[in-house]
């Protein structure tokens, strides 16, 4: 999955996703790769797989 760490102005992003997620129990989750250009919003790309 990919996904801004933020999003401003409607609320959310990767870390309410992942609380979720984790809630949920059914699935693990690991960082790839996190995207910071400098001039946006930083990006990150996340592993997901059932437990």
Known sequence: M???K???GVGGG???FLS???KDGLMA???VAEV???SSNVREV???SFK
């Open 36 to 38: 910071a250009d400098g």
């Open 20 to 22: 979720m997620v984790e």
């Open 46 to 48: 996340w592993k997901l």
């Open 6 to 8: 933020h999003y401003f």
């Open 2 to 4: 990919s996904a801004k």
């Open 14 to 16: 990767t870390r309410q």
């Open 29 to 31: 989750f690991s960082m």
